[in-house]
């Protein structure tokens, strides 16, 4: 027998094949955080001030790990994000992650990305690392996430309850800054008055300066003194009975911030009234 290969057995112990090392690990990513750089933290939030939870896992220089946890609010500001700096960090970035107890899907919208920190005006930016919508359900968390956009996914469904117009008035609203909406439904009651005349409602979709982008006039006329409950939504089939109709819609109609949905009734009354409008919309935070 080849006695170095006796004198290799007898060195090695097969029991021990594998070993694990605590410090002077080597890194597992690029993402690499200086003490010059931050950790930006920004959040908008559609409704109410909402609380998120912010962890984090560096690996540092001398091979250690820091653990980082940071609960942050952010305020309902619209268009105008809440802003975050995480600082004094260095090493390799293992995982970050955004947690949003309590929170429904499509009202709050996150992003975490590297930039540089010295001096108040250097904003250049670093690495978007992890971007998207969490919620109730669902974690944020790089690196296994790629960074969604705004629009990608499903949206805040919501029932919304604007007020009524006047006597006379058509209604109409507007999609908020900072909001973008995918009309699922639009209902709202009608009501006649005895004023002799046919009157034929319309849908409309436009860019807030008259610009029609989408039509649907109702099933048929209402006459004097009429209720009827009227109902337009994507995938309908236009059919009516005396006190209700229904309208298809274009289907997948993204609303943009200070576009606006309106009716258009000809041969409107002074004393005809609108009420009741109940809109259904699946929600987006973008400009």
Known sequence: MNP??????????YSKLEHFRRRWLNPPSNLYVTVDDIILVKGWAAVTATNINVSLRMLQPDGSIQTVFQPITVAANGTTPTLFLLRNLEGFLLSASVAAPGVFRGTLFVSLLVQRGVGSGDATLGQVFLQGYPDNFSTLGYPQQPPAAALDGRGAMQFQNPAN???????????????????RSFSILFTASVAVASRIPTLIYDDGAGHIAAQAVAFQSIAASGVVQLTWAPGLVSVGIATAQQTGFPSELRMAPGTRLRTLTSAI???????????????????
């Open 4 to 13: 170095e290969v006796n004198d290799f057995a007898a060195e090695v112990d």
């Open 165 to 183: 117009p006047g006597a006379g008035a058509e209604f109409s609203i507007t999609v908020p800054a900072g909001i973008h909406w995918i009309l």
């Open 269 to 287: 009354q002074a004393a005809d009234q609108y009420s009741s409008p109940v809109l259904y919309t699946e929600g987006f935070l973008s400009n």
